[in-house]
């Protein structure tokens, strides 16, 4: 067989704000790959189905001296995020051809796996017949994020309230499903109208647009707010604060707000007339110790293990149900990666964003 084209989709320049397609990251098709004898030194070769596009991967789009919680994408190489594939050749017993895989995978079309373990690489065991990208979002990192942070974190009581932000996104919009099914009252929020429906769609008591509604406007008619899960940080996670309930309990998931531009500063300036007329003081933080408020920043890979037994049994089957809803935006290709990626950063995606590059 003649060598077959490999597309992908290489990490090109470190963006010094939002990330620029044909910049940031380049569709790349001079390399092929012979599928027949291409050494594959004990491991697999894989057709990749599937690849999840998500608002981390801005931050591993940085210069590699800088340090973080994950590795940064190495220049001139391919981007590699969560994806779904399809084994074509394999030299371990653990995988055989035509198994469906998850796990850490390269953006490019075909890749060979040598360290199974290192980027996680699972096969699936599709009971239910879900579609191969609900493996990246509703049953795969999303999904277990928003189930085991919620587990976790959240100490939920039915009628208590509940802020989430980014609600139409990947992880939210799980959080708000998994809030109601909870008893909780779940105020919601989005940059959108039409992410604005799609929460009431999902059953949010209180839904509004951050964009032509101000949160602290919203949440100090509606709380106190006793869990907020924030994905945002900035300006709503201070509206947040303001209004918090005695013991509430704060879920750090994600701050978006700040991945690409300078962060916003967490307070909110109140006249204070003890101190005179031009002097102000900086309420917001201080709400943490006055009103007992539990913070939790967490990353899934730090406490799925406690939840993943359950997550398994229960999430597949209510996705397959339909009690539980996503949505998915769909690209198609290794070419639109790096518009992807940059409408994830700046919210005009809505639901889970992935890029289908094979159907089988």
Known sequence: MAPTTNARAIFNE??????VPGRTVVYDTTQTIDLENVPLNGGILLKTLVLS???????RMRDSTVKSYNVPFQLGQPLQNYGVGVVLRSETPAFNPGDHVSGILSFEEYSVVTHIGAFMITKIENKHNLPWSVFVGAVGMPGATAYSGWKEYAQAKKGEVAFISTG??????????????????VIASAGSDEKVAF???LGADVVFNYKTTKASEVLEKEGPI??????????????ALAVAAKNARFIECGMISGYNTKPYPVMVSLRSESLGPSLYTHQNLMQIISREIKIYGFIVHSIHSKHKDAFDVEMPALIASGELKFKEDISKGLQSAGETILAVQKGTNTG?????????
């Open 14 to 19: 470190v963006p010094t704000d939002y990330p």
């Open 199 to 201: 929460m009431k769609e």
């Open 352 to 360: 889970k964003s992935v890029i289908v590059v094979a159907d089988q």
């Open 226 to 239: 006793d869990v907020y899960w924030d994905n945002v940080g900035g300006e709503t996670l201070e509206a």
């Open 168 to 185: 139409a996104g990947a992880v939210g919009s799980l959080v708000i499903q998994i809030a109601k099914r909870d008893g909780l009252k």
């Open 53 to 59: 596009i998500d608002p981390y991967l801005r931050g």
